[in-house]
């Protein structure tokens, strides 16, 4: 299925380079490129894209206008997946984006955009309601929880923290062991292990389980 994708950001030459490499995609089409807030509000009540994939600061404040496209499509079209592209890895804007839940959302650093596989990998898991946090967010979260005296992140051990980092990318099982040269088996041993240290219920599907942590870790953040 093709995927409708809105694009917002204010940089004219990121934003055609994006729109270029996307378009080129044969599963997805950029049915809008905006400039600025009202542009993408506008854009995402027109055209109701599959998913938003914008900056978090642009105009008129440069503050957090990615944020609020996240929420207006929480409250206007809820069945539109949210990407926010951030240059700095902000733990505040995540917890943000997860505040009404994690379904269909995603942050990614914007040194991801040259790598168009990632890029449409991670519109495509949110495209389909998974979620995709930049690996080095997720690292940045868990030193801050280890940093404030966390208990259960601290018990992570260095294995766990990878394969945690494999699990916000959305990938199955099958695909974190073979990024990690280790077996299925072993991948699940860690998983079960991690959702005990972390205190959060198990569940048949990928998805849950990594919004699941993805919101633990977000929430310890202050």
């Not at 991670?122 to 404030?148: C, H, M």
């Not at 005990?196 to 990928?206: F, I, N, P």
Request: net charge negative.
């Amino acid at each position: 299925m093709t995927v409708r994708l809105v694009l917002g950001e204010d940089n004219a030459l990121l934003r055609e380079g994006m729109r270029g490499l996307l378009s080129s995609v044969p599963d997805i089409d950029v049915v809008g490129s905006c400039v600025d807030l009202p542009e993408v509000l506008a854009g995402i009540d027109e055209l109701v894209p599959d998913v938003v994939l914008t900056d978090i600061r642009m105009p008129p404040t440069w503050t957090d206008e990615g944020v609020q496209v996240a929420r207006h499509c929480r409250a206007h079209h809820p069945s539109t997946g949210v990407i926010l592209l951030s240059q700095y890895v902000d733990p505040g804007y995540v917890r943000s984006l997860l505040e009404s839940g994690s379904a269909g959302r995603g942050y990614l650093l914007k040194e991801r955009v040259s790598d168009v596989d990632e890029v449409v990998a991670a519109v495509t898991a949110v495209a389909a309601g998974g979620s995709v946090v930049d690996p080095q967010v997720i690292e940045q979260l868990v030193r801050a929880g280890v940093s404030r005296g966390n208990a259960a992140v601290g018990r992570l051990s260095p294995r766990e923290l990878e394969v945690l980092a494999e699990m916000s990318r959305g990938r199955n099982n099958a695909a974190i062991a073979a990024s990690l040269f280790i077996g299925q088996r072993a991948v699940e041993k860690h998983i079960n292990s991690i959702f005990a240290k972390l205190g959060v219920g198990m569940g048949d599907e990928s998805h849950p389980r990594v919004r699941a942590v993805l919101l633990y870790l977000s929430g310890s953040v202050s």
